[in-house]
């Protein structure tokens, strides 16, 4: 009888090892699967990814955005290091034979100067009597217009290869740089991109990249709405600025390309040229970080609102 039973526990044992055997397998396998599944996914959306191209499509009049001083949280500079990631071109608008050209990985430092402004780099240390100075990439897109002067739109441009052109503070910054002289020892620093390029840094400046797709291109959307909207309204108004929006809350978050991801980016280039519109007009969507799962009418908190026409209420 005892040795019965000893058979028995022994079969018993010997099939509950083949079971947790057989499960283990199996759990071996579906893991296998799901992670092979998850690359090709990943390599799929990557292929889905329009080529820089697809920013040609439509018109995308671009935008200036100012880069605060965020060490002093003020609009101007005391002094600008700007490091360059890719061969430039340094030059003042208004006076085109004052020009250099900046190898990568050199840094210009632009200071204030009473004449003007003080331009200090590997080839040279001058005064230049002039206000404004701009930094273009040498390789630039196709994407490119000029003014009635014959400059170039820097709005309208990025480096022909879409990397960054230039760093700021450790945030390397696509498109063009101008370097504005406002007052004593106020420099402004203006980023010129293409929308479509600035968004790219917005979208996860402003939503984390782990959010559900549809979250992200709706922030786009949101996002893209909010920078058309108001250079439509700058243009309609003939407001004179030397820029569109600040790269803060003040308007929209923007880091340059510091937090891009792979999510974000697809978010944005598959919702291109698309923005809300309110009787066919674009206008300003705000939106907010939290509301507490409650929200208020636009009358209320912004009473006197319009579209981008100047006169039907929001």
């Known amino acids: 009888m005892i040795a019965i039973l000893k058979v028995f526990i022994r079969m018993n044992a010997d099939r509950f090892l083949l079971i947790v055997r057989t499960c283990i397998l199996l759990g071996l396998l579906v893991f296998f699967v799901f992670s092979l599944s998850s690359t090709l996914m990943a390599e799929r959306k990557h292929k889905e990814l329009p080529s820089?191209?697809?920013?040609?499509?439509?018109?995308?009049?671009?935008?200036?955005?100012?880069?605060?001083?965020r060490h002093t949280q003020k609009m101007h500079h005391?002094?600008?290091?700007?490091?360059?990631?890719?061969?430039?071109?340094?030059?003042?608008?208004?006076?085109?034979?004052?020009?250099?050209?900046?190898?990568?990985?050199?840094?210009?430092?632009i200071k204030y100067h009473i004449d003007g402004l003080i331009i200090d780099c590997n080839k040279m240390e001058e005064t230049w009597n002039v206000t404004q100075i701009d930094i273009i990439p040498g390789i630039r897109s196709n994407i490119e217009s000029e003014d009635a002067e014959g400059n170039p739109i820097h709005s309208a441009f990025e480096a022909k290869d879409r990397k960054p052109v230039f760093a700021l503070n450790g945030t390397r910054y696509r498109g063009s740089l101008s370097v504005i002289k406002k007052a004593a020892l106020k420099l402004q620093a203006v980023n010129w991109l293409p929308i479509e390029s600035y968004l790219e840094g917005v979208v996860p400046s402003e939503m984390p990249a782990k959010y559900p797709e549809e979250a992200l291109r709706a922030q786009a959307i949101c996002s893209r709405s909010y920078a058309y909207a108001n250079i439509l309204d700058a243009t309609r108004k003939g407001t004179i600025s030397s820029f569109d929006v600040y790269d803060t809350v003040q308007d929209q978050e923007y880091l340059g390309t510091t937090k891009e991801?792979?999510?974000?980016?697809?978010a944005v280039q598959r919702t291109a040229g698309l923005v809300l519109t309110y009787n066919d007009e674009c206008f300003p969507s705000y939106f907010s970080a939290s509301s507490g799962g409650h929200c208020t009418p636009v009358g209320m908190a912004f009473p006197k609102a319009t579209c981008c026409d100047g006169q039907t209420p929001l």
């Open 261 to 266: 991801t792979p999510n974000t980016t697809f």
């Open 78 to 109: 005391r002094r600008l290091d700007v490091l360059v990631l890719q061969a430039c071109l340094l030059y003042c608008p208004d006076d085109r034979t004052l020009q250099i050209t900046l190898d990568p990985q050199e840094t210009v430092t």
């Open 52 to 69: 820089a191209g697809h920013h040609e499509i439509g018109y995308d009049p671009g935008i200036r955005v100012l880069l605060t001083n």
